[in-house]
């Protein structure tokens, strides 16, 4: 079992098995909440991707704090909500609508423990002049080995979404 605190300790939650996949996003919605969400607890990576920690829905419980916990999204009908530990404005997961999985900010880890990423994913979107080292893949978008892990997952799963905890307040950043 993995333990992940919010910044100041009043949000945790539980992630119990292997991660889907680790990897690093340069998509404009990212990078974008990314920016919205600053100078809160960093998320962004020194190249500006966004790092994620992908788990099941199954594996994940919230521990403590789910009062705390808010969605924002970049706009109203935004498929994708960013949950946030409102007690210290530290973002916590992503959450695609319809999606089996959270994208867990790899931020969020103690110590920096995070999983290293696996590869980089929709470096297409990354800004002119960005400098990517080689030492993973560089995805243009969501390459087939990532489709491919999350749909096995999803298999894994007997094909079910499960709700992880009912979020009802709203995040304006």
Not at 36 to 64: H, S
Not at 143 to 152: D, E, H, K
Request: hydrophobic residues 40%; positive net charge; glycine residues 8%.
């Amino acid at each position: 079992m993995t333990k992940i605190i919010c910044t100041c300790g009043n949000v945790a939650i539980a992630l119990d098995g292997p991660p889907i996949l680790t990897a690093e996003c340069h998509c404009t919605s990212c990078r974008d909440a990314a920016g919205r969400l600053a100078p809160r607890p960093p998320v962004q990576e020194e190249n500006g991707g966004t790092r994620f920690v992908m788990q099941r829905k199954d594996r994940l419980r919230v521990l403590k704090g789910s009062d705390h916990l808010a969605s924002f999204r970049l706009t109203p009908k935004s498929g994708t909500q960013r949950i946030v530990a409102t007690c210290c404005a530290a973002p916590m997961w992503l959450e695609f609508r319809g999606g089996h999985w959270l994208s867990i900010y790899a931020a969020r880890w103690p110590d920096g423990s995070a999983p290293a990423p696996a590869l980089r994913t929709m470096t297409r979107d990354a800004p002119p002049g960005t400098v990517l080292s080689d030492d993973i893949h560089n995805a243009r978008t969501q390459s087939a080995g990532f489709m491919a892990r999350l749909f096995w997952s999803w298999v894994r799963m007997g094909f079910r979404n499960p709700q992880v905890v009912d979020v009802k307040g709203v995040y304006h950043a």
